[in-house]
């Protein structure tokens, strides 16, 4: 959304939020409660708040390759004589391929010291890395590559959540238009049944009807307005279960107030219309769209990176450190190659390897078995996504034949209510038989818009098992 389309939406959302104090009735439809859960809704914000902790931690990794300078003091006297005074600064530089780079100055002045130390200011220039053990990866090296797939890992774990919470709102969405549509049909049959039972009552006194016609057409309405009541209620409660998912700006819970209604096009909303509805598309696309499905390949690379790590410990552990030495506080003059081993200079070489690699051998082993485990666990969610978008297929075109049938079937039952209607004006049907279709139709209507409800919820869960809710 641009930064145009986002203002004139918080203004929109703004209007629906304020008219709780306005007499008037507002309307509500499925897209803007979606973009409201977007924009406001803390969940959203917390999503956001796990990237920004792993590039944080990605911050703190980093820091195993910041350059450190170091300085060392020490003084030593005894019995009135100077042993030593010792001077160090070091400043170390760690590089991505192992090599550690670092320089030093020394001063070191007194009567007794070891003599394998230089006397006076010195300085020097060295490298340190491995030959083997930790020459391609090691921890720091690990850590680094690692941090960045859990950035990805992070993004991709936002995603899902979004998906999951549009989901939930919409079906709370759902469940509220369901619930004020019923109100407002039976709400539709008080009203028949009021006008009905004036004229049963005008009817009685001219005799043209008994008096228990009258009692007929009083039950009848004390029946819808007893469900009148109920339906107010459930739908009191269902806008009570939507306001979970809408708040306002600052983390503000905003509780949906009766004034405002769902949409009055809620059969025909336009972003419906734009839904993939293709089976093998919806297929095809969780596959690129899913985040249950792409956070395997971030999680694999984790792994595999441990197993290149663990493998280092089958190697044999040989470092080697090497120091170019000056007089003074200044560097050697020249750096062939030659001159470097000729003279001023100290190496060391140190080797280790463990005898039967235990911790080697088990460690890889383990990174194996872990990578293993999480290929099978990615072909387990790949075929529950696929078996989950081909149930809710099933389900849209089961939903759409039933509402092709319900439909007709209501239909049906009006004709029959207004007939018998027509009759009972003219004296050629009874009050009970009118009541009984009625009834009927009433039923046949609350299905329909059970079965309409359940389908637009459907619609939205085939885009949600294919991960397309964003």
Known sequence: MNKINFYIFTIIVLSVFNSAAQDTLKTLNSEQVLQIVRLFHPLAKQANIGVEKAKAEQTSVRGLFDPIISNYLTKKTFDGTNYYTYNATEIKIPTWYGIELYSGLENLNGSRFDPTETAGKTSYWGVNFSLAKNLLLDKRRAALQQSKLFINMAVIEQKAIINDLLMEAIESYWNWVKSYQTYKVVSNNVAICEQRLEYIKKSFIHGDRPAIDTMEALTQLQSFQYQKNSNWLEFLNAGLKLSVYLWKQNYEPYILPETIIPFDGWENETNMSNFNISLNDLIYLSNSNNPNLLIYPYKLGILNIEKKLKFQDLLPKIDLRFNQLSKGYGLPGQFNAS??????????????????????????????????????????????????????????????????????????????????????????????????RENKALDALEKLIELKTKYYKNLYAMQWSAGLLK
């Open 339 to 436: 001159y470097l081993l000729e003279n001023n200079y100290q190496y060391g070489l140190r080797m280790e390897m463990p005898l039967r690699l235990s911790l080697g051998r088990g460690g890889y082993k383990l990174a194996k078995l872990k990578i293993e485990n999480t290929k099978l666990e990615q072909n387990q969610k790949n075929l529950q996504i696929e078996l989950k978008i081909k149930s809710y297929f099933n389900e849209y075109i089961y939903l759409k034949n039933q509402i092709e049938l319900q439909n007709n079937n209501y239909n049906n039952y009006r004709t029959l209510v207004k007939a018998e209607e027509s009759k009972l004006f003219q004296g050629e049907s009874s009050l009970f038989i009118v009541n009984g």
